[in-house]
């Protein structure tokens, strides 16, 4: 089966750095993706990473280890808007994306 | 305008009472999903299609039916709804890339739609 693990809630504070982990298990691996959700908004894409490493996209970065199964968003220079849920999520050979349950990260002033 | 959009976007029903969720895309994309999302249970697969000829259960299709009537149109049904189905429903589409000597690509970022949030009392 395909699961996927991350951290329910982190509180960090404005101008910070904060990382969510997401570790996962699933057949057939592609590639883990980023999603950002604001409340009661539609999921919004943040990342992909299909090979090991760390892949930066302005104050996002999102890293990934295959042998591992182990990967993390990197937010830095946190910002009050910030505060959302993430989402991890795989990719495998079934052309599905599998979520994980999403972490709410609070920014606080 | 909207590249993916829903109707209706909020829906407040009765037990029993048949329900249908519409998605329609602006964006071309062969592929178009359904999930369901309960606070604290991420984004739960019910129903996917990668043309308009192709329909796949998801994780959680139980008590949910599909229509994919046009590239650009992907229904929901809720045959007979029931207060356990009250949740937030997302549409997304998505268009795989097609790599040389390689086929499809694993890249699959998804575009969402605004969301329904259906209510079944």
């Known amino acids: 089966g395909q699961s996927l693990e991350q951290p329910s809630e982190v509180t960090a504070v404005e101008g910070a750095i904060v990382q969510i982990n997401c570790t996962y298990q699933t057949s057939g691996f592609y590639g883990l993706s980023w999603y950002q959700q604001h409340d009661g908004g539609a999921p919004t894409f943040l990342s992909y990473?299909?090979?090991?490493g760390l892949e930066e996209t302005g104050r996002f970065s999102s890293f990934l280890s295959r042998s591992d199964s182990y990967g993390y968003l990197l937010l830095q220079e946190l910002q009050m808007k910030d505060s959302a849920s993430y989402f991890c999520?795989?990719?495998?050979?079934?052309?599905?994306?599998?979520f994980g349950q999403g972490t709410t990260l609070q920014v606080k002033p | 305008d909207a590249d993916v959009t829903q109707t209706p976007r909020n829906r407040i029903t009765k037990t029993g009472k048949r329900i249908m969720l519409e998605c329609s895309q602006t964006?071309?994309?062969?592929?178009m999903y359904w999930y369901r999302q309960d606070p604290g249970l991420g984004l739960r697969l019910i129903y996917y299609s990668f043309d308009v000829k192709d329909i796949n259960k998801g994780e959680i299709s139980d008590g949910y039916s599909v229509s994919r009537q046009a590239q650009a149109k992907f229904s929901l049904s809720l045959e007979s709804a029931i207060p356990n189905q009250t949740a937030l429903y997302f549409c997304a589409t998505s268009d795989p890339i097609y790599e040389p000597g390689q086929g499809v690509s694993s890249y699959n970022e998804q575009f969402f739609g605004p969301g329904t949030r259906l209510t079944v009392l």
């Open positions: 964006k071309g994309h062969d592929r």
């Open positions: 990473n299909a090979l090991d």
């Open positions: 999520a795989v990719s495998s050979n079934t052309g599905k994306l599998i």
